[in-house]
């Protein structure tokens, strides 16, 4: 393709990318207008998810009295686990089955939005848990048909799950994370309020940061989707294609945005002025890599996140040991890009550019550190644990990390080089810590 020598054709590879662009209302004041919303979709009874946290807090109170102005009945679910899992979905799923709801509202971080997309889907479609979650784990069923009608509203800026097709969690009795992808997904419509960040502690901004970054980065730096085998049906190309012209100038724009406002965002007393860029920003990568895909650091993650003891971070709610995903994302990063880092040199450079590095003189061969250094000062400056030793960690877990992580082959596969299990090991090992 001549917009970039990147996506120059591979040996079987696909010759065109689709663009799934999520419909999204942006501003202050957004919220409230979610009454009016939820008719034009033909919601008369929904079933509005949250935590239990978020409930107290002024955006659920918005947007219930705009819900019940419009007319439209509103039954609460606050039950909803931070950083959900398969027990957590499926209590989800049995309020949304004993509800009879017309549409779904969610209000909260995208462990709300993920067990509200998990509990239209069970309850629309009922099947085998297992059905529709992404193989090898799974069986990856595709959504039979149409789901009910969805609005999203993060009070969160990371995760982005208003703008995408996928729902994750933790799979407990296989002690790995795991989730769901299918554009059916997708909300009906994302409603980004930026002053629902107000009260968002400073560890879960550094956290939905770096979770920013790295939806944004490892799209930007994915395969070309030039080199993913071309689909034998047409109709049937997976949500993460690969990088695209499309996607690269969001996330481009995205990395900018985080490397601009985010350490800023942490350390400043009164951070309200960064409010609107991050959630920007969080919009911009999850348009990315919803069409994209991430790759190896979020590859590792699920392994990071699934396989967690002792660890308990702050400024989190939770009733249970548990690594942030952007945490557990994050800490993975530097070792994976000074490993990507020659595979596609430029987009590295672009990216570290993009995050406020000085890539003037800088050498191709050297992209990959100077991307990761960049990382490092930042995590730094925002109080990210120090690598894996960082959220418990050793030399004795790698095996067992590497075996958790080496089945997410949707995500690993997605890497601009192979990734064999060795290879992947040998991450482990570099990640352990940086300082």
């Not at 909260?108 to 998990?118: E, L």
């Not at 672009?350 to 990382?375: F, H, I, N, Q, Y």
């Amino acid at each position: 393709m001549s917009l970039d020598p990147y996506f120059s054709p591979g040996d079987g590879g696909d010759t065109a990318f689709t663009v799934e662009a999520p419909k999204i209302k942006f501003g202050p004041g957004a919220l409230a207008e979610i009454g009016a919303d939820a008719r034009a979709l033909g919601m008369t009874r929904v079933a509005l998810y949250t935590d239990q946290t978020v409930a107290k807090l002024k955006p659920v109170d918005t947007a219930v009295k705009s819900l019940k102005a419009a007319g439209v009945d509103v039954a609460l679910y606050d039950a909803t686990e931070v950083e959900p899992t398969d027990r957590s979905f499926k209590a989800g799923t049995a309020f949304a089955k004993d509800g009879r709801f017309d549409g779904f509202v969610s209000v909260g971080g995208g462990s709300v939005m993920d067990t509200c997309k998990a509990a239209n889907l069970y309850s629309t479609y009922p099947d085998d848990f297992l059905a529709y979650v992404n193989a090898p784990i799974g069986q990856a069923k595709p959504v039979p048909g149409p789901l009910k009608p969805h609005i999203a509203c993060p009070t969160t800026f990371g995760t982005a799950s208003e703008c995408t097709g996928i729902a994750v969690f933790d799979l407990l009795e296989k002690e790995l994370k795991t989730g769901i992808a299918n554009g059916r997904l997708r909300p009906n419509l994302g409603v980004l309020d930026p002053t629902a960040l107000k009260t968002l502690p400073r560890p879960i901004v550094a956290a939905n940061g770096f979770d920013v970054f790295s939806h944004a980065v490892e799209s930007l730096t994915a395969r070309p989707f030039s080199h993913r085998p071309a689909p034998a049906d047409s109709t049937k190309r997976p949500l993460s294609q690969g990088a695209n012209p499309y996607s690269d100038l969001a996330c481009l724009e995205a990395i900018r945005l985080i490397g601009a406002n985010l350490v800023d965002a942490v350390n400043d007393a009164d951070n309200s002025a960064a409010h609107e860029p991050l959630m920007f920003a969080g919009m911009l990568a999850g348009i990315g890599f919803g069409n994209a895909g991430c790759h190896v650091p979020h590859g590792m993650s699920y392994a990071v996140a699934g396989l967690v003891r002792g660890y308990t971070a702050p400024g989190w709610p939770s009733n249970h040991p548990m690594v942030p995903h952007g945490i557990s994302v994050i800490v993975n990063a530097p070792a994976v890009f000074r490993l990507t880092g020659p595979a596609c040199p430029e987009r590295h450079l672009k990216a570290a550019k993009a995050m406020g590095a000085d890539t003037e003189g800088a050498d191709p061969d050297d992209a990959g550190d100077v991307l990761a250094d960049r990382v490092i000062a930042m995590m730094k400056a925002t109080g990210i644990p120090n690598g894996l030793r960082g959220v418990g960690y050793s030399e004795d877990d790698l095996d067992d990390l590497t075996d958790r992580a080496f089945p997410q082959k949707r995500l690993l596969d997605n890497a601009p080089l192979a990734i064999d299990r060795d290879a992947l090991k040998g991450l482990f090992r570099d990640a352990l810590s940086y300082w």
